[in-house]
């Protein structure tokens, strides 16, 4: 998607650690315009499939997941990182790393709302070694529903998740993919 990234190369800042940024548009301040943009190409990208929830963990994913699922007009489902009094304890468990945040979260979502004979596509705002999405789709398989794919914002294509997924036979579709960054020379996308 050209427009975003045009948008990542005039709003995002490449920091130490293969970071990228995109706080004005997407993880802190949301662009609501933009990201119904974002979110008509995703519904547009997997138009040729029948979708009854989006599945995206917390935090950033879940305001482009709500995008989408406006669209679809389905509901989202939010993985949770920590067991909180208002979720019962009858829920599908995995472990994830959080490459941001360089820490392990076992994710969890109530049996209530992932179940066998769903249709779900998962939604989330970066995709870099793939562990959260690694971690999405056993809660998905776990639960007995069908997966039919990944949207992603962002993809770091230099990182091997999306290559490994896709070679899982995992449907990922990026609406950008990062081929390199430095905060030197900025963002290659590939072509």
């Known amino acids: 998607m050209v427009e975003l990234e045009n948008k990542i190369r005039a709003e995002g800042k490449v920091l130490p650690g293969n970071i990228l940024k995109v706080s004005s548009f997407l993880n ?10 974002m979110a008509a190409e995703f519904v547009r990208l997997f138009s040729d499939c029948k ?20 669209i679809l007009k389905v509901p989202v489902v939010f993985c949770k990182k920590t067991l909180s009094t208002n979720v019962n304890e009858d829920v599908f468990s995995t472990p994830i790393h959080s490459f941001t945040h360089g820490k392990d979260y076992n994710v969890i979502v109530s049996k209530d709302f992932v179940k066998k004979g769903d249709s ?20 998905v398989r776990e639960a007995g529903a069908d997966l039919v794919g990944a949207g992603i914002c962002i993809e770091k294509g230099f990182q091997e998740g ?12 990026s609406l950008a993919i990062i081929e390199s960054m430095s905060a030197e020379n900025g963002v290659t996308f590939k072509k």
């Open 162 to 173: 999306g290559k490994k997924l896709r070679e899982s036979g995992m449907r990922v579709e």
């Open 120 to 139: 779900i596509l998962i939604v989330d705002d970066f995709l870099a070694n793939g562990c959260a999405l690694h971690g999405l789709a056993n809660l």
């Open 28 to 37: 802190h301040q949301i662009d609501v315009a933009f990201l119904d943009k």
């Open 51 to 70: 979708i009854n929830k989006v599945l995206t963990i917390e935090s950033s994913g879940i305001s482009i997941a709500c995008a989408v699922a406006r």
